[in-house]
């Protein structure tokens, strides 16, 4: 198992408490921050030049209502974080789920049944509200698992996309 994390110091902290309760736990941490597409591409890279396959990629990180921050690439932070950095991870390993006939799996929330999406204001910079944001982050991983799903199937590949509820 790789923890893909932003915080290395808290990411070894966590897989310390898993290596003691959990015996002959196989587990690595490398770096990971969702608020810079730079770093996705470096996590991308580092892992295919470590790695052969990659058989579940479970996108669940996540932030919920903040107030309006943006990332390092200018896109509000919420879907930034929640949605896109977990859309480019995919796109950059997608090649190697494929490879192992693989799955992905979005962590979403029941909080998509609030989200809208407007595309006039995507990054919320004229009508903010941190609740509209993550509502909105969590139905487009809906929308995303959907129709990479619909994608794979259509082309016969034999990977599946899902989501899931935290809960």
Known sequence: VIMACRSLDKAKDAKREIEQELDGADLKVMELDLTSLESVESFAEEFREEYDSLDILCNNA???????????????????????????????LIDMIVDSSGRVVNQSSMAHTDGEIDFNDLMMEENYSKWGSYGRSKLANLLFTYELNRKLKQKDIDVESVACHPG
């Open 62 to 92: 996540g932030l919920m209502a903040l107030p309006r921050r943006e990332t390092e690439n200018g896109f509000e932070m919420q879907l930034g974080v929640n949605h896109l950095g977990h859309f480019a991870l995919t796109a950059h």
